[in-house]
């Protein structure tokens, strides 16, 4: 892989370059513009910025405190702040710096390979831009941290690559040298995946250079590898601090290093067999099992390692390529391997989004391996080797295109997983929780009940068809659900709330108040459970309690509509009709459409004897 292209004029080369940047956004477009239009899915409204973060104190807490979003990428959550500012609750926006982000990496790919010499530097960077494999990246949200830290992550070799040219010829250029630390920063911020970087930088100088050449870049690497190991630490923190990895919802099975290598070595040749036959991607993957004999599954891992010291053997025969590329595929996937405990690893031990990056390696290698050999055989040859790349670009940009379409909004993507992957649970719970968003309560119950046979141990969806049972009447089943879903997740204040609507529905406030309890403890902040404890209490006629627990709710989101409603009502119940008229006003300010607050106003005013302002508010509400 070492022939040198042919001379092209300057001005032709880069009237050639712009042409070809120019037809890879017009086939992104192609590919991508499903998803343009989509909306949110799944986690997005986790990630995207909350409503404590959204001023400027906001920004400084992403920042300051790891523990003010779900993961500690600040970059990352700086650009939501900013899309938040520009775009609000408006996803096109979101979509379309995503696809320009994936664009921009893509660009920043090509120089990378162009600068390292590299054949068919072109062709490896549009089939690993139009991949179906990278759609998870660009067509949801969330993972706008994979295109982000990508363009931060090949804007930092190319870097490097200058300050290595400099290097060589013994002029030391700092400039080059400081954005290279900075751009691997960056990266890091944006997704500690990329603290990759530096091992895969010194694995490229050793497949070019050989020998020792590589150790003589090892001091100018240190700095940005121990910044970027730091911050990499942060991230499984958070994953069990925060995301709860681990738990009683959503076990690892990993506890042991030889079921971690069992799983690593199967998810390598899983990745690699999607990278050369894509049409089986999928939002969730099936999760493989991880009981049974341990010696049979670690069968694949010792495949892997014997097929890559293989091809390290025979380096002097083949080349340093092969070897560099598989290198270079299994150390940028490390990190989602399964030695480190993450999120997604609750419902699969492999996710395409993962291997955003990874994949470049073996992409690299047959675009390489293409671009030599189209020098070397007879033109006619050439011509039809040239047509075959096209082919498969166009193959690649249509099963793309197909599975872009999936991320049209959360029912379509849900739907669409449990076709490839019937018994995906994640995918069963949330459409469940998708048909109750919607109020198509009847279908998420029947939904929830075909789930359920087909997963009966968990608690998430057994919480969601109790939400689906309690809105279609079924009290008594909708306590069951709740009931078994808190003993199997007691960490879940959400399902005590619910348990506690069911219970006060079903006449049980005392109960309800025991189950509140229990969610305000582990929510102390969820001011729609102070609400609710206020009802009950209303129920058990203890007003002055009640009252406070309303004006507890006000204090922590004052413009929660409901829970000055509810306020109006105790101060009605105690005759207190000025205080009453004021909370309805107040709630009808904050959601005018409220019909109840409208009529119980009227009946307010009524009873203080206004029977004009009385009768234009019941004329009112008769009207609508």
């Known amino acids: 892989m070492n022939s040198a292209p042919e001379a092209v004029p300057p001005g032709r080369a880069r009237l050639v370059d712009l042409l070809l940047a120019a037809a890879l956004f017009v086939a992104l477009f192609f590919v991508y513009r499903p998803a343009l239009d989509a909306g949110f899915v799944w986690d997005d409204d986790g990630h995207l910025t909350q409503p404590a973060l959204r001023g400027t104190d906001g920004l400084a807490r992403i920042w300051t405190d790891p523990t003010a979003a ?90 490097w690559a200058r300050f290595d040219e400099g290097l060589l010829r013994g002029t030391r250029r700092y400039g080059a040298w400081a954005a290279f630390v900075l751009f691997a920063l960056a990266a890091v911020l944006s997704k500690t995946v990329t603290c990759t970087l530096v091992p895969a930088i010194l694995l490229v100088t050793w497949a070019r250079e050989g020998g020792r050449g590589w150790t003589k870049r090892v001091p100018w690497v240190v700095l940005p590898f121990l910044l970027a190991a730091s911050f990499a630490v942060v991230t499984p923190w958070l994953e069990r601090e925060v995301g709860r990895v681990g738990g009683a919802e959503h076990p690892t099975d990993l506890a042991d290093f030889l079921p971690r290598l069992a799983v690593a070595g199967k998810d390598l040749w899983f990745y690699l067999g999607h990278l050369a036959w894509p049409p089986g991607t999928c939002f969730v993957h099936p999760r493989w099992s991880t009981t049974g004999p341990l010696g049979p599954s670690l069968l694949p891992a010792v495949a892997f390692a014997s097929c890559t010291l293989a091809l390290f053997t025979l380096r002097k025969r083949i080349g340093r390529s092969p070897v560099v590329a598989l290198l270079y595929f299994a150390g940028t996937l490390f990190p989602a391997l399964g030695f480190v405990d993450a999120i997604p690893v609750r419902y699969s031990f492999v996710a395409d989004h993962f291997q955003y990056l990874a994949g470049l390696g073996p992409i690299v290698l047959v675009a390489a391996g293409g671009a030599v050999l189209v020098r070397r055989v007879a033109p006619g040859a050439a011509a039809a080797l040239r047509f075959l790349a096209l082919l498969v670009l166009f193959v690649l940009a249509f099963l793309a295109r197909g599975h872009a379409k999936d991320f049209q909004d959360a029912e379509t993507l849900w739907k669409a997983t449990l076709e490839k992957n019937p018994g995906a649970w994640m995918a069963w719970n949330n459409l469940v929780d998708e048909l109750n968003r919607q109020g198509r309560f009847a279908e998420a119950v029947e ?20 939400v689906a049972l309690q809105s279609q009447g079924r009290l008594a089943e909708a306590l069951a659900c709740y009931e078994f879903a808190a003993k199997q997740a007691p960490e879940y204040g959400r399902i005590e709330f619910d348990r506690a609507s069911a219970l006060i529905e079903l006449g049980r406030p005392a109960e309800a108040l025991e189950a509140l309890a229990r969610t305000i403890e582990l929510t102390p902040g969820f001011a729609a459970a102070h609400m609710l404890r206020g009802n009950a209490l209303l129920a058990l006629r203890r007003s002055d309690e009640a009252l406070e627990a309303y004006q507890r709710a006000l204090e922590l989101d004052p413009a929660y509509a409901q829970g000055w ?60």
């Open 447 to 466: 939904t929830g009940l075909v789930a359920r046979r087909l997963h009966p141990d968990r608690p998430t969806l057994a919480h969601n068809l109790g």
């Open 565 to 624: 409603y509810n306020l109006g009502v105790a101060r009605a119940t105690r005759r207190e009709f000025a205080l009453a008229e004021a909370a309805y006003r107040r709630a009808l300010d904050l959601a005018p459409d409220e019909l109840g607050a409208r009529l119980n106003l009227g009946v307010v005013l009524a009873q203080e004897g206004r029977r004009l302002e009385a009768r234009v508010e019941l004329e009112r509400v008769a009207r609508e």
């Open 70 to 159: 779900q993961q500690y990428y600040p970059l990352v959550h700086t650009l939501f702040w900013l899309e938040h500012r520009a775009f609000g609750a408006e996803p096109a926006g979101y979509h379309w710096i995503n696809l320009a982000l994936h664009a921009c990496a893509a660009l920043l790919c090509v120089g990378v390979l162009r600068r390292l010499a590299l054949p068919g530097a072109w062709l490896a960077g549009a089939l690993w831009a139009l991949h179906p494999l990278q759609v998870q990246s660009v067509a949801w949200i969330s993972e706008q941290k994979n295109t982000l830290s990508a363009c931060f992550y090949f804007a930092a070799w190319l870097a």
